[in-house]
């Protein structure tokens, strides 16, 4: 309990801390103006321009995709010292995104952090998004995508089976599993909204496949029961996917003997820097999305300043893994890992290294600043910043680690090609492609689980006028 002060009326009154929805709403309310956003009739024109826009771009990486299967991934910038390149910088981009999903949904629910609340049903979609988008990489890395199935281990008459110590092997069953469990999630908890929608849906085909996807939802006690327990279930295994998934990605690294890789410090750092590209993210498309929507009631300043605090806290963590790396570099008196700092710093990709110096650890630390936190738009641009940090992490430890190797008649540059980067910002397109079409077909907050908030904040309206 925070003792406030009225400074209008000099009347001294009890606050707990804010609210997670702001006062005055009812259930109805609450019901009425989520699920309007789905069931309106007229589609706003902001939609068809940023659905168009996104849908033209996915269109440019279903291009370079077709290009590629008839060419082969000569087309792309990948040379004899840096086999591994662009493709799978975006890999590891893309699933870190996703892991603030999975945690606000997941860890947050079961720490019983009722601020999830207004944003867990859209951080979830996003994971599912970004975990769309990052698996065509490793996938079409092969070079022969349709292959793709001889990487499970199914009963063939050659009795060949994949070999279970290659990282590619690791990311395959790491991948698929956070996708079927952060699928099952985000489904389970969307079937009560499902019903919801489909009593209040006007056109008969609407109704039909709400109808289909709500399971025969009809709210009674054995529902409720049985979703409660599915839903925790679900979050127990969710959990552990949030450090196990980016571990295994950060162990493809790990494994190897080369300079710049083979660090015990990777799995808590890359996991570290996942939750700060998710969060980074969320807040990205959050802001806008709750300003043009017109969300401001139920996602609150709250919720921007929490996202803010859990950015600031694990960009430290990054912080404190840049300088380990620097430190045991000099420490281990190694001089291939010496030299790979200096060169990082130094070399002709320096300008990278700053920049993410710049990003990760320089600008997030306005966010110590209070005004920063309580600002929509600092918090937009520091998120922006953040997120185009957090991939240039990715291309300094790979491109960095690879271009010189051991001997330097091995040495060589790298630079991607434009069908790298169409690929890249083809995959942002997708991205945002999916995300339109969940904001205008799915309830983007989770609307009975809203309900459930109102009753707290009418009791607090009530005490502070019991009080004044």
Not at 113 to 121: A, D, V
Not at 258 to 267: C, L, R, S
Request: charge should be positive.
């Amino acid at each position: 309990m925070q003792r406030v002060t009225n400074p209008h009326d000099d009347v001294a009154i009890h606050r707990t801390s804010p609210p997670v929805i702001e006062p005055g709403h009812t259930f109805g309310s609450v019901t009425d103006k989520i699920s309007a956003l789905t069931l309106r009739r007229r589609t706003p024109i902001g939609w068809y321009i940023g659905f168009t826009l996104s849908f033209m771009v996915a269109g440019m990486l279903m291009m370079t995709i077709a290009y590629l299967v008839m060419t082969g991934i000569g087309i792309w910038g990948n040379n004899v010292p840096v086999g591994w390149a662009f493709d799978i910088i975006n890999f590891v981009w893309w699933i870190g995104i996703g892991h603030a999903g999975t945690l606000i949904s997941a860890i947050l629910l079961l720490l019983r952090q009722e601020w999830r609340t207004s944003i867990n049903r859209f951080a979830e979609a996003m994971t599912l998004f970004a975990v769309a988008s990052a698996g065509l990489f490793p996938l079409l890395h092969t070079g022969r995508p349709w292959l793709a199935y001889w990487l499970l281990p199914y009963p063939n008459t050659m009795g060949m089976w994949p070999q279970f110590r290659s990282p590619l092997m690791w990311d395959v069953f790491a991948v698929s599993t956070y996708a079927t469990v952060s699928a099952l999630f985000w489904y389970v908890g969307l079937i009560p909204d499902f019903a919801t929608l489909r009593d209040r849906a006007k056109n008969r085909v609407f109704q039909i496949i709400y109808g289909m996807l709500a399971l025969g939802w009809r709210g009674s006690a054995r529902h409720w029961a049985r979703y409660e327990a599915t839903y925790l279930l679900l979050a127990g295994l969710a959990t552990p996917l949030v450090l196990s998934v980016h571990t295994i990605v950060s162990l493809d690294f790990a494994v190897s003997v080369i300079p710049g890789w083979h660090a015990t410090i990777f799995p808590p750092y890359f996991v570290a820097g996942a939750i700060y590209a998710g969060f980074a993210m969320v807040l990205t498309l959050t802001i806008p999305l709750r300003r043009f929507y017109g969300l401001e009631d139920f996602i609150t300043v709250r919720h921007l300043r929490n996202m803010a605090k859990i950015m600031l806290a694990t960009g430290l963590i990054v912080a404190y893994g840049y300088m380990t790396e620097a430190f045991m570099a000099w420490y281990s008196a190694n001089t291939y890992e010496e030299y790979m700092i200096l060169n990082r710093m130094r070399g002709p990709y320096a300008w990278a290294y700053w920049s993410l110096i710049f990003c990760n650890v320089i600008v997030p630390q306005l966010l110590w600043v209070k005004r920063v936190r309580h600002s929509t738009v600092a918090l937009f641009l520091i998120s922006l910043v953040v997120s185009v940090g957090m991939w240039l992490e990715r291309f300094v430890i790979l491109v960095t680690s690879l271009h010189r190797d051991f001997l330097v008649s091995s040495w060589g540059m790298y630079s991607p090609t434009v069908f790298d980067w169409s690929m890249f910002i083809g995959t942002i397109g997708l991205f945002f492609t999916l995300l339109f079409l969940f904001i205008r077909f799915l309830p983007i907050i989770s609307i009975f689980e809203m309900r459930t908030l109102v009753p707290q904040a009418q009791a607090q309206i009530n005490e502070e006028k019991g009080q004044a």
